[in-house]
């Protein structure tokens, strides 16, 4: 597949409006100011858009959610949290695509009848925040974005606003929170933000990849966007590629690529010719997949059949040098870090996890100990008021399940089992 | 009212609809834990030990936040809900000090009753606990001038983080810091500083928020005694409940040991404020008066018997002339013993006994923030209404401050020759005094008598002191700022001598030759309900019911019902009690 979302990124001064102009963009609005926004959310329906925030949700029945005739204002709130450990292909995007992003919004204000759109970008992003402003600057001059726009009477405001950095900012009604100037911890849902969001009205929170896949439909139609990829998982995707490979980066194909493919073709393979190990692939919070689980489409339905979850699309590889105890101990070190406290089970369980996976990793660890940490993480998953106490299962879980052997060795040894040509170094050495 | 029916662990229940299935099941006594909800502070899905199986429902819910549905069928019971309850109430434990031998909530603390009851046998956690202030009672550190904090036991439940932001009015109380390090906070460290502060010890469900006052006074199984009663120390009437210390022969200090807010939703909700709830120490202090005392001459008092004070008494109002008889009446006097002292006027002044009467009280405006849902007013006494009701003030409704021109222009011009005050509230209950104890040392007033409870100039002045009863310690009704007619409980005796004030005014009565035909405060309230019917705030005073002291094992029972919500882990003990009430939050 040709790249679409990111086919000019790599050029110079893709960013700016008039390059962004030469090569098309605004054409889907152009459109879809044509069209009554009970159309646009259909035409979102047909082309299969699906959310790219981690959930995978439909996006036009996400749109059709919010009430039509609700006397109260609606909102937009942009997802430009990306935090997740593993992906960074939001950046990528409103770093070199501004202009298809802003494109989105607009499309997805006028769909769902909202005014107003904010744009939350996490803390970190301050290089960022300067390249949205000068750009959506660019677009208010031009007429894309503002009071009636390109002549059709549609109003948008587009508001950028940096969070304080927290990865719990990303989870959206935390981020709804922090927009209205709180602590960044989620709400009980239901009411659902498409009832009751920002401010107490009808919201919704779409992330940035999500919103540049927008414009596409509309410029040349939901059956070209339904036609890439396979059934139900269509459309143009991002993964960012990371760890142990030799070129890593974001790269864009449609969802019936394989891991393989992403690992050993696009990202050029693993470096010193070493093995593969295992495989994260949707981000920090799905199940780890070892190395001979990766023929498989990285695409929604994909990654649930092969026992994980396409998530944020953060493919982390790791090659057979990696401690996959390790890898589990710096990801809870994450986790513990980031959750908000809200909830008794994440806060006091994280901390707890984490501990006792830095015990195992320092070889002080006993053998029940693992039996502990399974226990303690499905006391933890599925008992949280949000979804990130259920994230913080899978780097326990599937690396015990997949490498139960690591953590035998790391309880024993006090280290990981070295991969064969190392272990034929140290009998050499021994010698 | 529309209802749903839904079943709860094969039991049906049927509750108004809107509500929750925590609320259904408490309402049903049905055993669900719950830390983060509270009826008067609403639900925050945030403690997660409310945990229950819904059918149709994949995963396991918290029923503080699932609405009730009509033939939902719920689960409290099943392995899976045993076992992931018992493993969130195991990550409450993990990092608590478990110091509850020497924490004051232990012994009526919902997280150890709820631990015994749904947590897990053991713990399984072997790494060091989390301290933030330090260890033992260096982790209390001080919360603003009524209250103490220990971060270590708390639960983060945020029950007072809701209270001062919904309830206060001023949020003054927040998180700091996030996940593990999350910890209870004031901005700069300036403690809570609210006329509301010991609602926060009742809302934490642990020992985490302890009142300076209380604290280390009492244990739970110390106070066996609990009496029902209502605050008397402002114009909105709180009903309370007051905690009866066990007090052997050798055992120091007061018997009362604290006073707790009784849910009344149309006086005080789940609350009350500060000042009644920690201005008692003066009930059982050193400066009550409990003999009666008479001064000969301009010789010191000495303490009497009461036969002797009434003759003195006698004496000195037959020696001035009963028309130059003056009464100045504290509106903390109940019903009873306004009417029977503007009784004994009548007689003895006929017409004028109207203008004879004079009511006083202090008032204070009480700075609070703008939006507080719970509002003490100005008026600190209990029955300025009731005054108004017999006639006995004609300040308006209103009008905070008492109107005493009359009395001071008839004392000026040397017209009050014997002034009998009544004062059974606590000191400076009647405002300025220095005016009467000048004009008696002046001998503008030839004789005071004074009936009252506590040491004061005006004591100290008085030719007659006369020991009465505070409002712990008598049977007595009062008319609130609503106009809601209210009663006080006996939950102890009067000190020394002293009386009861009714039977104080009769014995007076009779002393001066003037016999009031009340045997009890009974008689003098059909009095008042026979004389006084039409008055709406003054309805059914004949028939008032006193709580009587009752073991505090069975106070949950013989209470308001909807306070069981407070002691969450009593009513294990205790067959289903319907409190619907409490529950339409
Ligand atoms: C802990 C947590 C962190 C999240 N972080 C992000 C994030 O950084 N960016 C994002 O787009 N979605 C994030 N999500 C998912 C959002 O809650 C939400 O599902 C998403 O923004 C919806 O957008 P979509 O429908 O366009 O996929 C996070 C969710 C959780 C629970
Ligand atoms: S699971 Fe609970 S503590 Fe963790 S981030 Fe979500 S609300 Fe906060
Ligand atoms: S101090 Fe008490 S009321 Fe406040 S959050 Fe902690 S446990 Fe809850
Ligand atoms: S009471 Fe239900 S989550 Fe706390």
């Avoid at chain 2, 244990?219 to 009663?229: F, I, L």
């Avoid at chain 2, 004074?450 to 030719?463: R, T």
Wanted: overall charge negative; aromatic content about 8%.
């Amino acid at each position: 597949m040709d790249p679409v979302l990111t086919k000019h990124i790599g050029e110079p001064n893709a960013q700016t409006l008039d390059f962004s102009l030469q090569h098309g963009a605004y054409a889907g609005l152009r459109k879809a100011l044509g069209m009554a926004p009970d159309e646009i959310i259909d035409w979102v329906k047909k082309s299969g858009l699906r959310g790219r925030g981690g959930a995978g949700f439909p996006t036009g029945m996400k749109w059709g959610f919010v009430p039509k005739d609700s006397p109260k204002a609606k909102y937009l709130c942009v997802n430009a949290d990306e935090s997740e450990p593993g992906t960074f292909k939001d950046h990528v995007l409103m770093e070199r695509n501004p202009h298809l992003f802003f494109e989105g919004c607009v499309i997805a204000c006028r769909a769902i009848r909202a005014k107003v759109c904010y744009i939350y970008i996490r803390g970190e992003f301050y290089h960022l925040q300067r390249v949205l402003e000068t750009e959506l600057a660019r677009a208010y001059e031009a007429g894309f974005v503002g009071a009636n726009i390109l002549g059709s009477g549609e109003h948008v405001d587009i508001y950028i606003h940096r969070g304080a950095g927290a990865y719990e900012a990303g989870e959206e009604t935390a981020l709804i929170e922090s927009l209205e100037g709180k602590r960044a911890q989620p709400r009980l849902k239901p009411p659902f933000p498409a009832v009751v969001g920002l401010y107490g009205c009808p919201t919704v929170v779409n992330n940035v990849e999500t919103l540049c896949n927008v414009p596409l439909i509309f410029d040349r139609g939901w059956e070209w966007y339904a036609g890439i990829g396979p059934d139900k998982n269509t459309g143009p995707k991002l993964y960012c590629v990371s760890g142990h490979v030799n070129r890593p980066g974001v790269y864009e194909a449609d969802m019936s690529v394989t891991l393989r493919q992403l690992i050993y073709d696009y990202a050029g393979g693993i470096p010193g010719g070493r093995q593969l190990k295992a495989v994260i692939p949707g981000g920090s919070s799905t199940n780890v997949l070892p190395a001979d689980k990766i023929d498989v489409a990285a695409s929604f339905d994909g990654l649930v059949q092969a026992g994980s979850m396409l998530g944020s699309a953060g493919i982390i590889v790791m090659d057979e040098t990696t401690s996959m105890v390790w890898v589990a101990k710096n990801l809870l070190h994450f986790y513990e870090h980031e959750s908000c406290g809200k909830c008794t089970p994440c806060r006091e369980g994280t901390d707890w996890l984490y501990k006792i996976l830095s015990k195992v990793e320092r070889g002080e660890g006993e053998l029940r100990d693992l039996g502990l940490l399974f226990s303690v993480a499905d006391n933890i998953g599925g008992k949280t008021l949000c979804p990130f106490g259920d994230a913080v299962v899978p780097p326990v879980a599937s690396t015990l399940q997949h490498f139960r052997e690591d953590y035998e060795t790391h309880v024993r040894v006090g280290r990981p089992p070295l991969p064969p040509w190392r272990a034929q170094e140290e009998l050499i050495g021994a010698h | 009212m529309e209802t749903v029916a839904l079943t709860i662990d094969g039991k049906s229940v049927t509750v108004e609809k809107g509500k929750t299935v925590l609320q259904a099941a408490i309402e049903s006594g049905i055993k669900v834990p719950y830390y983060c909800y509270h009826p008067g502070l609403g639900i925050d899905g945030s403690c997660r030990v409310c945990l229950v199986k819904i059918e149709k429902m994949p995963k396991l819910q918290v029923s503080c936040s699932v609405v009730a549905a009509e033939g939902m069928v719920v689960q409290t019971e099943t392995p899976e809900v045993v076992q992931a309850r018992a493993g969130v109430f195991e990550f409450l434990l993990i990092n608590h000090p478990l110091d509850c031998p020497v924490c004051d909530k232990g012994g009526e603390c919902p997280l150890q009753d709820f631990s015994y009851a749904f947590g897990p046998k053991g713990s399984r956690m072997e790494f060091a606990r989390r301290v933030f202030d330090g260890e033992g009672v260096r982790a209390d550190v001080d919360f603003g001038p009524t209250l103490m904090l220990n971060r270590n036991r708390c639960i983060l439940c945020t029950r007072c983080v809701r209270f001062m932001r919904d309830v206060d009015g001023d949020a003054q109380i927040g998180i700091a810091d996030r996940g593990y390090g999350s910890e209870i906070a004031t901005f700069k460290e300036e403690g809570v500083h609210s006329l509301l502060s010991g609602n926060l010890m009742d809302v934490c469900p642990v020992g985490a928020i302890t009142t300076r006052e209380y604290r280390f006074k009492s244990r739970p199984w110390d106070n066996p005694t609990a009496v029902d009663t209502i605050c008397t120390l402002c114009e909105k009437g709180c009903n309370t409940t007051v905690w009866l210390k066990a007090k052997p022969e050798w055992a120091k200090g007061a018997q009362l040991a604290r006073i707790t807010p009784r849910y009344n939703p149309e006086v005080n909700g789940y609350w009350m404020c500060d000042i009644g709830r920690f201005r008692l120490a003066w009930i059982e202090s050193e400066a009550r008066l409990s003999q009666p005392l008479v001064r000969e001459g301009n010789d010191a008092q000495t303490a009497t018997t009461w036969d002797h004070a009434l003759d003195t008494l006698k004496r000195l109002v037959g020696a001035h002339g009963s028309e130059h008889l003056r009464f100045l009446l504290s509106a903390h006097a109940s019903h009873e013993e306004m009417f029977a002292l503007s009784r004994l006027a009548r007689q003895l002044l006929g017409d004028r006994a109207q203008q004879s009467c004079t009511v006083s009280w202090a008032a204070s405006v009480k700075s609070q923030p703008e939006h507080t849902t719970f509002s003490v007013p100005p008026i600190d006494a209990p029955n300025v209404a009731g005054a108004r009701l017999l006639g006995l003030t004609s300040v308006p409704v209103g009008e905070a401050e008492p109107d005493l021109s009359a009395l001071r222009a008839a004392v000026e011009a040397g017209e009050v020759r014997v002034l009998y005050v009544l004062d059974p509230g606590p000191s400076g209950s009647l405002g300025d005094t220095a005016w009467i104890v000048d004009a008696r040392q002046s001998g503008r007033i030839a004789s005071l008598v004074l009936q009252g409870v506590l040491e004061s100039p005006l004591a100290a002045a008085a030719d007659v002191v006369l020991p009465g009863a505070c409002f712990v310690e008598k049977e007595a009704c009062y008319t609130n700022g609503q106009g809601r007619l209210q009663a006080t409980a006996r939950a102890i005796p009067p000190p020394g001598q002293a009386l009861d004030d009714c039977s104080i005014i009769v014995r007076v009565a009779a002393a001066l030759g003037r016999p009031l035909d009340y045997r009890s405060a009974a008689d003098i309230r059909a009095d008042i309900a026979a004389t006084r019917s039409d008055e709406p705030g003054l309805q059914g005073i004949a028939d008032m019911a006193f709580a009587q002291p009752v073991a505090t094992h069975h106070w949950l029972e013989a209470s308001n019902p909807m306070e069981r919500w407070k002691w969450d882990v009593m009513f294990q003990d205790l067959p289903p009690v319907k409190f619907e009430e409490m529950l339409k939050k």
